[in-house]
């Protein structure tokens, strides 16, 4: 019998049935994928299997606390810990992205003696007898290691220092960024310090060369604490940086006019502050033609904001720029600051002095979690090269070293092991245990010392070095007690070293502008031809991580690779992109480039990071470097001239850029409100009160890329390879974007736009993705067919296809390390934001244990991870209430989608790119 409610009904819903059923056969070929929708009791996640831990990712000298949560009992979520006063709860993307190293099957490798695989007790037996042999031969033994902010390894290190005479351990930084204002602090304050200026609350920031918004190695402390619609930023760089595209004023030089510039920003200071007595000494010793013309508007600005201004410098640049910068702030009262005791540093650079000096002495090199060759050390690499040792390798990885060394034994990470952390404020901060180690086969720095100093004590009263650490910090202190703080984190609070007193007065005011006068006479120019350690490599190993290699470049958008960026010199008649050959002694070296046409660029750069092409000719780069890193003065070089091959490949394969959208559609929420109130779905009526909403403050956006890396790594989005990427095969659900506007550069992420009128909906033809009761685009995964149609329907292009099953595309998949939480696709299907739909269910979930299913709070992985605090997530209602509905745009609301994701922005600017 004909069924007539078919005549009644609307022609998408008799579509959907239609090609439903025509396609049930085909879309039931995938029962590996589950997705749910809806909260179950069999699936739903609760309390009793997810754990939360308290503890410290080791970074030196600013150690990061963080929570990690665990799944039934494996660590799969990273994020900041917001009672952390420095941090506020944002953490750095090597710091999120560490959890994929713990299951990294590449580490998880045996000890090796003489290139033979061995176990751990027998590799350790093997390097105590070593040494010990050596101590017999009355040889000298250097023990080279990261430098951390254990107390009890530098009581480990002290005590076997000491017991024997034979034994010298070293610290060193992975980058040595402290030199240069290490150098000025001694020189004359004759104090072992470095100064980290906050930046929290000041309404001015005069910046000289410092990409505080990305590359410096405090950038993750510093954007916690940064509004860019509050302050204003002036810039002086000689190359393009995240930091100068957010700037308000951007100021093109080289190193040695930024001192010009520093000197003449000082002298109107001492002006606008009336210290005639010391802009005496200043006029009788810097020359008239080094002071420049400041423009009318940075006057008026410092005379604004002289009692609220702060002045940032790069710590790779000269001793000099760092002390006028010190001055600055020191007139200007520039408070709080963080001062860091580097009383270790300063021990670790005279013991790897006298290791230079007298190399031959020493027989045996041991490397604790330091690769000279990853950290540019040229000195000791050269030594190295020539001058044959025995060495032995402790380390995550097998590396170059791995490669010379006798002995190589596999680090465990950070989740692996105890250990202590001390901060600036003396709190000690407590490393857990999260995991046994993965590899059974691995050890830690700690306990490797720790074995070697009861070794040379002959001491067997304590076999485990968690049972010396907790007797170090228990200190006859009530168990209870202890346990409590191990819980929150820490192990004993302590009170802070004593205020160091860094007045300038006339004489020393004398002695500093002689000093500098002395460099002016030189009229020194710096090389138009440098190398820029990237962020990520501050962390050591931890930055081998695939995760962070996809992750676009803010300001090349270049995934994968690490172009040389080009300078003004080239930029003539010089293609956007291609290869170039780039001349170092008598070798060449053929590397990826982009031109910047658009932005003015005084020093062709290149960006060094964690990677392989670049690792096979670091031999070559380092015999050619000028400057040694580990006691830079003025950053690192590159020599060598630059040469444009003829044939360009301008192909995506060279070098896989994303599109700049031009976003000049964004339409005020007002203008729209009208049009938004004609309703696509009759049947179906949103709950206004329940629907889910995000609101995106393009005026604090910076553009870091940081809710990308945050999005892939907590929806289980898995890398793809450099070829994918280059056929825009990409897996991001998240892409920022960014346009130029009369008050500069503005980012914009763009995502999903869960909308109410969804065209993508209305033409999926087995009903794949639909819409929920609160107001998000759902997608059911193990009913999608790959048609795509959804993804050409979406005028915003935001959907991406999973070309791929992840174990065919991701560079090392393995299941323990994707989210529990999270449904693993299948190749073929169509993705997108789900407005982190796992994460309001288990809310949700949390929430009904508690009696209250309705009122819950929710943060989104990218709104988690934002460093300024430009995503708000939450209901519509009251994101539409708090929030002045004047300064919401949306984005093309001519379709009459009704996106639900809202930019926020002060004025309705005409966007000039």
Known sequence: MFNLSLLEMDRRD????????????????????????????????????????????????????????????????????????????????????????????????????????????????????????????????????????????????????????????????????????????????????????????????????????????????????????????????????????????????????????????????????????????????????????????????????????????????????????????????????????LTTYSNGKKKYQELLNNYNDYNLLLFLDYNPYFSLNKDLVNLIENKSKKIIQFSIYSNEMTEKAEIFVPLQTYFEFWLDHKVPNGTTLAQQKIVEPINPNSTSTIEFLFKLRNHLFDEKSLQNYEEGLFNFYIQGRPKEKFQEELRNGYFISQTSRNEISLKIDESMFYQILRFISLTLHQNKRMNTKKIIPHREIYSGEYSNNPYLKELPDPVTNTSWISPIILSKNYQTNTPEFGQAIVSIGDEKIELPFICFKEYDINTSFLIYRNYDYFERHLKLVLSHLNINFISTKDGLQLLGEIQIIDKIAQTSNQIPKQTIADLSNLKSFLEYQEVQKIEMYRNEKIDIEKQWAMVIDIDKCIGCNSCILACKIENNTPVVTLENIARNRDLFWIKVYKATYSSGTKFYPLMCQQCDNAPCESVCPVGATSHSSEGISEMTYNQCIGSRFCM?????????????????????????????????????????????????????????????????????????????????FGRKKELLTTIKQGNLFMLMPEFNTKPNVFYKMTKDEKSTN
Not at 123 to 145: C, D, G, M, P, V
Not at 234 to 253: A, K, P, W, Y
Not at 809 to 829: A, D, F, K, Q, W
């Open 14 to 341: 008799f579509a959907k049935i239609l090609t439903t059923s025509l396609f049930a056969g085909i879309s039931c070929k995938r029962p590996e994928i589950v997705y749910e929708s809806k909260v179950k009791p069999t699936n739903a996640p609760t309390l009793e299997n997810l754990v939360e831990y308290n503890t410290t990712f080791p970074y030196y000298p600013l150690p990061i606390p963080i929570v990690i949560e665990t799944y039934e009992g494996i660590p799969f979520r990273i994020k900041g810990n917001e009672n952390d006063y420095l941090t506020a709860g944002k953490i750095p993307d090597f710091v999120l992205a560490s959890n994929y190293l713990l299951f990294d099957k590449h580490r998880r490798k045996p000890p090796k003696v003489n290139n033979r695989e061995t176990t751990i007790e027998n590799a350790i037996s093997t390097i105590l007898q070593e040494i010990e042999s050596n101590i017999a031969k009355r040889q000298k033994i250097a023990i080279i290691s990261s430098l951390n902010n254990s107390e009890f390894i530098q009581i480990l290190s002290n005590e076997i220092e000491e017991s024997n005479q034979f034994i010298n351990i070293i610290g060193l930084p992975t980058f040595d960024f402290f030199h240069s204002q290490w150098i000025a602090n001694r020189k004359f304050f004759n104090e072992n310090i470095y100064i980290l200026n906050q930046i929290q609350n000041k309404s001015l920031i005069i910046n000289f060369g410092n990409d505080f918004q990305y590359h410096d190695p405090f950038a993750w402390y510093h954007l916690n604490k940064f509004d860019k619609s509050k302050q204003f930023l002036i810039t002086f760089e000689d190359v393009i940086s995240l930091t100068g595209l957010n700037s308000n004023i951007r100021i093109v030089s080289d190193e040695f006019d930024m001192l010009r510039y520093s000197l003449t920003l000082l002298q109107e200071i001492l002006k606008l502050k009336k210290l005639n007595s010391l802009l005496s000494i200043f006029n009788a010793l810097i020359p008239k033609e080094i002071i420049l013309n400041n423009t009318e508007e940075i006057n008026t600005l410092l005379e604004a904001n002289i009692d609220n201004l702060v002045v940032l410098c790069n710590p790779y640049y000269s001793i000099e720029l760092q002390i006028v910068a010190f001055i600055i702030n020191q007139i200007c009262k520039v408070e709080p600051k963080i001062i860091f005791d």
């Open 792 to 872: 050409v329907n979406c005028p915003y292009g935001v959907r991406r296809f999973n070309f791929l099953h992840p174990e065919k595309v991701h560079p090392n998949y393995i299941p323990e390390m994707m989210n529990p939480l999270v449904t693993v696709r299948s190749r073929g299907v169509s993705e997108k934001c789900t407005f982190c739909i796992h994460k309001i269910n288990f809310e949700r979930s949390k929430s009904k244990q508690f009696g209250d299913e309705e009122n819950f709070l929710v943060k989104t992985a990218c709104q988690e991870v934002c460093p300024v605090n430009a995503i708000i």
